[in-house]
């Protein structure tokens, strides 16, 4: 039988042909738009922490010499930085992160400006967040807060992560120790929609990687030490930093932290050292003081009891006394400092 051209049969081709052709140009451009549209006003949320219409004005930081705040301190902010140790830092100069272009619809993002109460643990403990989370949605977070800074706060747990050139699903995955379904999950990514260059992917219970360098310096010596005293956190009576004097009523800084104790309640070695002073010293009442390796010396004062020696060797966790009522107190408790080459600073960061 000889072969009939079906002139119907080709035009049917063709004009399916042409249709597809035209959807795949309409879905093309769809995403194009996407892309590279302008947000509305009221989405460009872009912040640029340190950027800031006020003059600096440091309120608070966890850096050797520190603006004194007066906080008291509850056991929910000592607790919410959890475990110390973090993945393999793997960039040390990270971008900024562009809202916009957060492709989670599973993360709220609220834009923040501190004020002068503020400090990065109160920010995170006022939101229900912790220092990671506020530092994995601010990667270029100064290690310095100060008045006026912006910075973006997110409702969950986890880190906000621009895709640099180069990287994958897999690789981001595996830098935070996470698994690649994890982010196609919550930042919707489907086969047909991959990752490009300066999306920005939510990655839920992880702790930052990228952060500026202070920080990591910061990280990698916090833990050194331990708490000196087993009511921690529960019985803090003053905190660190400017605060009227309980006896005289004059305003000056506290250089350390007290707790609440009964008389007799056991002191511990907040860190491995040699006892560089025990006895009697001023306003301290009996007094024990412990060198410590990385230039930092601990004080623990108003004891009742002092039972370690000059010239001792004593380890993180060791009974070292007894809490009191010795020196300018009003009643017994346990004032403990940190400092770093003689200078006081905030206990709380470091411990």
């Not at 460009?44 to 922490?49: A, D, N, V």
């Not at 906080?71 to 959890?82: D, Q, R, W, Y």
């Not at 056991?266 to 003081?289: E, F, H, N, P, R």
């Not at 039972?307 to 107190?329: D, M, N, P, S």
């Amino acid at each position: 039988m000889p072969f009939s051209f079906n002139r119907g049969l080709l035009k049917l081709i063709l004009i399916n042909g042409l249709v597809l052709l035209v959807l795949a140009g309409i879905f093309t451009l769809v995403r194009h738009v996407r892309a590279n549209r302008q947000p509305a006003l009221s989405e460009k949320i872009l912040i640029t922490p340190g950027a800031s219409d006020e003059p600096e004005t440091v309120v608070d930081s966890p850096a050797p010499v520190e603006t004194p705040a007066e906080t008291m301190i509850p056991k929910s902010v000592l607790e919410a930085n959890g475990p110390t140790s973090l993945p393999q830092f793997v960039d040390s100069t990270p971008q900024t992160i562009e809202v916009q272009r957060l492709l989670s619809k599973s993360v709220t993002v609220t834009p923040y400006k501190l004020d002068g109460s503020d400090n990065y643990w109160t920010v995170a403990d006022d939101h229900g967040i912790s220092l990671y989370t506020l530092i994995g949605a601010n990667p270029t977070l100064p290690f310095k807060a100060h008045l006026g800074l912006n910075v973006i706060l997110i409702n969950r747990k986890g880190v906000l992560h621009t895709v640099y050139p180069g990287e994958t699903l897999e690789t981001i995955a595996e830098g935070y120790h996470t698994d690649p379904g994890v982010l196609k999950k919550e930042n919707v990514i489907h086969w047909w929609r991959g990752i490009k260059p300066g999306d920005v992917l939510f990655i839920p219970d992880v702790k930052p990687i990228r952060m500026l360098k202070e920080w990591q310096n910061y990280f990698s010596q916090r833990g050194f030490f331990g708490v000196p005293f087993a009511h921690w956190g529960e019985a803090v009576t003053s905190g660190f930093g400017w605060r009227h004097d309980p006896l005289t009523g004059v305003k000056q800084i506290h250089t350390g932290m007290d707790f609440r104790a009964k008389v007799g309640e056991s002191v511990y070695a907040s860190a491995t050292g040699k006892v560089i002073y025990a006895g009697v010293l001023g306003g301290y009442g009996m007094l024990i003081k412990i060198h410590h390796n990385r230039e930092y010396t601990t004080y623990y004062g108003h004891l009742s009891k002092i039972l370690v020696h000059l010239g001792q060797k004593v380890k993180r966790g060791q009974l070292i006394g007894k809490t009191g009522a010795t020196g300018h107190v009003t009643g017994p408790h346990l004032h403990f400092e940190i400092r770093r080459y003689g200078v006081p600073i905030n206990p709380l960061p470091l411990i």
